[in-house]
């Protein structure tokens, strides 16, 4: 049974597979290009094959191209050559490409038609204003005179009502006057910018029509001999890069060629590319965005392995308190805080099962499925808005225990610190997340070093994922928590445990501090 390539342990042959992948990159010379490309940062797969009379065997692919090729020998080559240097792709893509020095000269020249204009519109809105104020001068010193002359009784008041009409029609006229100028003012800057906004909204439908006729090419195979296009596959415009991943180029091959699939695996190979944490020489699942919906088609037809992240599990879940208004739980590791897509079980779950009949548990705030320790919950509406303000003004207090990896040499472990990344989601392959000093949000932790490899963690924004990133980032600890597979390496576990937990009660005020101790 082929293994499932969203959920795995390397099968030995594969390791053994990609050993030879590895030797064969090592002996590649410094100066070669396909060495150096591969060396910032690649993603090579196995798949284990077997053939008609049972041989076995193995393919080998990596992920997008080197160095602009898709069709080096002893890889798989792609699933659709699109590169051929004069083909349609490669012709439309230039013409779009072309266009980008085109734009960026009409917005150059554009930005200085518009400050030229700017200029000169401020130039007038500056003698109509002041023409405006001398105007309201000459209306104030008029009505001033006006009045001297009613306490007088001096002049005719048909005339002074006259004069004062006209005055006031007058200084609306010169106030139009200088609306009239603002907008002539926005209507040449939407005139001007127009002519790039044109060129920016071609080149998008020429990148969109490109997109499409690639993706309505590009067509894969599955297991039962059934063929599809990527469009028809994911239903829309799939996400850049789809089928150039290991998986579906070693997949696509067996098919080809009569090969039976049995079991696959991924490595990385170089330096993690910025932002993201990935270990040169780990094995790591298939993508989401881009494989998840491609390798649900092309897997049909031959028996794969169950995922066992989304199949359900019995487990126990220990109440630590409760009362009438809030429950501590702790949590095991390999439960899920709140129901997911699967049927696996979940805190949520468990304790609707204690309270059948009341609107509550509300789940307050969430730990990893991955990780085990203490949770609070609420049991009426009035705690769970109570905690939920607590946590917004982060006066509650979590302490994490956690296991790391062994130090890279050279770089020692300051025995506490504070590290603070910022940390958005990794949209092509939820749910890791990403370093971003540009777009993400603020993510902060307290660290201090118990022994060598034993840390205590102060988490003191709540992202998804941060303890986890900051200790596996190179721009924090660059130490995975061991058992990490999506940033580290797989174990038995993730070593990663929430040992202490401080709140005040939602009732009575009262400061509560329960304590849980991890098994590891």
């Not at 049974?1 to 795995?8: A, V």
């Not at 992948?21 to 002996?27: D, N």
């Not at 405006?132 to 002049?155: H, V, Y």
């Amino acid at each position: 049974m082929m293994n499932n390539p969203f959920y795995y342990r390397p099968h030995p042959l594969c390791r053994q597979a990609m050993d030879e992948v590895a030797a064969w990159l090592r002996q590649q010379s410094d100066r070669s290009p396909f060495r150096q490309e591969c060396e910032a940062g690649k993603m090579f797969g196995v798949l284990l094959v077997s053939d008609g009379n049972g041989r076995l065997g193995y393919l080998a692919a990596f992920s997008g191209q080197v160095c602009g090729r898709g069709d080096w020998p002893g890889f798989v080559p792609m699933i659709f050559d699109y590169l051929q240097p004069d083909g349609y792709f490669i012709r439309h893509e230039k013409e779009i490409e072309d266009l980008a020095p085109l734009i960026s000269d009409e917005q150059e020249k554009t930005v200085q038609q518009i400050e030229a204009s700017r200029q000169q519109h401020e130039q007038r809105r500056k003698v109509l204003q002041a023409g405006i104020e001398i105007f309201r001068q000459e209306m104030a010193a008029s009505k001033l005179r006006r009045d001297a002359q009613r306490q007088a009784g001096e002049g005719n008041e048909a005339e002074r009502i006259r004069e004062s009409q006209y005055q006031k029609a007058e200084l609306r006229r010169r106030r139009q006057k200088m609306r009239q100028e603002e907008e002539e003012w926005t209507a040449e800057e939407r005139l001007l910018a127009g002519r790039t906004d044109e060129l920016i909204a071609r080149r998008k439908r020429m990148s969109d029509e490109l997109q499409r006729w690639l993706f309505s090419h590009f067509r894969v195979v599955n297991g039962r001999g059934e063929w599809r296009s990527l469009i028809e596959v994911y239903g829309c415009i799939p996400p850049s890069g789809s089928g150039e991943c290991c998986e579906p180029k070693l997949l696509q091959y067996a098919y080809s060629h009569q090969l039976k699939p049995l079991s696959m695996a991924m490595m990385w190979w170089g330096e993690s590319p910025r932002g993201e944490v990935r270990h040169h020489g780990a094995y790591y699942p298939a993508c989401n965005a881009k494989c998840k919906p491609l390798l649900g088609f092309m897997l049909q037809g031959i028996a794969v392995e169950d995922n066992q992240l989304l199949m359900p599990a019995s487990q126990e879940l220990p109440i630590v308190y409760e009362d009438d208004a809030v429950c501590v739980v702790c949590k095991p590791a390999g439960m899920l805080s709140v129901p997911g897509k699967s049927s696996r079980e979940s805190v949520y779950s468990h304790l609707r099962l204690m309270w059948p009949h009341a609107d509550t548990p509300i789940i307050v705030h969430r730990l990893d499925m991955q990780t085990s320790g203490l949770l609070v919950t609420a049991k009426t509406f009035e705690a769970y808005h109570e905690l939920q303000r607590q946590f917004a003004n982060h006066e509650i207090r979590k302490t994490y225990i956690a296991l790391l990896e062994s130090a890279q040499q050279g770089k020692p472990t300051p025995r506490e610190g504070r590290i603070s990344l910022p940390l958005r989601p990794d949209l092509d392959d939820r749910p890791r997340q990403l370093v971003d000093h540009t777009y993400g949000r603020e993510a902060i932790t307290d660290y201090r070093m118990l022994d060598d490899s034993r840390i205590e963690l102060h988490p003191l924004t709540g992202r998804t994922h941060q303890l986890r990133v900051h200790c596996a980032s190179s721009e924090g600890l660059g130490r995975p928590i061991i058992g990490d597979d999506l940033y580290g390496h797989p174990s038995s576990r993730l070593f990663l445990h929430a040992a202490r937990l401080t709140f005040r009660h939602p009732v009575s005020g009262e400061w509560m501090e329960f304590e849980r101790e991890p098994e590891f």
